[in-house]
Nanobody, 125 residues
Framework: VQLQASGGGLVQAGGSLRLACAASERTFSQLRMGWFRQAPGKDRECVAAFTWRGEGTYYGSSVKGRFTISRGNAKNTVYLQMNGLLAEDTAVYYC???????????????????WGQGTLVTVSS
C-alpha cells in the first residue's frame, strides 16, 4: 500500500490547513484511514481516524471540534481539515492505513501497518 501525504506548511495560530492523503486505488476499499502526528520529543499521536465500524470517526481530545477527517470525491483520497490551529498542533503529520478487519486499538500506532512519508505543519503563535 502506497500512501502520499501533502498539504503541510506554515500557518499562523488560528488559521487553517487541509492535509490530503492519496492511497493506492486498487486497495483503498479494503482500508481504514487515519491521521497521526508526532511532535519533537513526543510519541506519535492519533488525531483522527475512521473506525472499524464503517463510517464512524475517532478524534483525539486535543483536536476534537477543530479537526475533521473526510473522504474525497476521488475515492482513494482522505483529508484532514484543521481549523483553529494552535502552536501545540505543530508536528509532522502522517496518514496511516490498516485493513478493515484490523480490530486493534485505533490510538496505537503499532496497529497501523501502512504509513505515508509525513508532512510538516508549523503553527506560529
Amino acid at each position: 500500500v502506497q500512501l502520499q501525504a501533502s498539504g503541510g506548511g506554515l500557518v499562523q495560530a488560528g488559521g487553517s490547513l487541509r492535509l490530503a492523503c492519496a492511497a493506492s486505488e486498487r486497495t483503498f476499499s479494503q482500508l481504514r484511514m487515519g491521521w497521526f502526528r508526532q511532535a519533537p520529543g513526543k510519541d506519535r499521536e492519533c488525531v483522527a481516524a475512521f473506525t472499524w465500524r464503517g463510517e464512524g470517526t475517532y478524534y483525539g481530545s486535543s483536536v476534537k471540534g477543530r479537526f475533521t477527517i473526510s473522504r474525497g470525491n476521488a475515492k482513494n483520497t482522505v483529508y484532514l481539515q484543521m481549523n483553529g490551529l494552535l502552536a501545540e498542533d505543530t508536528a509532522v503529520y502522517y496518514c496511516a492505513a490498516r485493513s478493515t478487519t484490523n480490530l486493534g486499538a485505533i490510538t496505537n500506532a503499532d496497529n497501523w501497518p501502512y504509513w505515508g512519508q509525513g508532512t510538516l505543519v508549523t503553527v506560529s503563535s
